[in-house]
């Protein structure tokens, strides 16, 4: 059974940071992409940023040069360091990742959610 648990989602005021992180446990053989995705209340989610396996990263055009994304691969990790927050910024951010496993020697990808961190930007 493979699960993604996020932490660090709060309340920051603008201009101020947080770091989320998700990790990844169960029956993992490897992991091909990590992400991270927000759904703000009456918006669809959206991705944040992407990180694969080969280190190439991808983000959304409104977080680019203030998130990063990285991950530690031993640990089945992924974070997302935001700084420079925005009251837009404001949302459930979501871990994802594709995940590869096997099962009484049959092998699968699957993706997987995390249940979600509330991040609230707000003075």
């Known amino acids: 059974q493979v699960q993604l648990v996020e932490s660090g989602g709060g309340l920051v005021q603008p201009g101020g940071s947080l770091r989320l992180s998700c990790a990844a446990t169960g029956s993992i053989f490897s992991i091909n992409v990590m992400g991270w995705y927000r759904q703000a209340p009456g918006k669809e989610r959206e991705l944040v940023a992407g990180?694969?396996?080969?280190?190439?990263?991808n983000y959304a055009d409104s977080v680019k040069g203030r998130f990063t994304i990285s991950r530690d691969n031993a640990k089945n990790m992924v974070y997302l360091q935001m700084n420079s927050l925005k009251p837009e910024d404001t949302a459930v951010y979501y871990c994802?990742?594709?995940?590869?496993?096997?099962?009484?020697?049959?092998?699968?990808?699957?993706?997987?959610w995390g249940q979600g961190t509330q991040v609230t930007v707000s003075s």
């Open positions: 994802t990742a594709n995940i590869r496993g096997a099962t009484n020697g049959v092998s699968w990808i699957r993706n997987y």
């Open positions: 990180l694969m396996n080969g280190g190439s990263t």
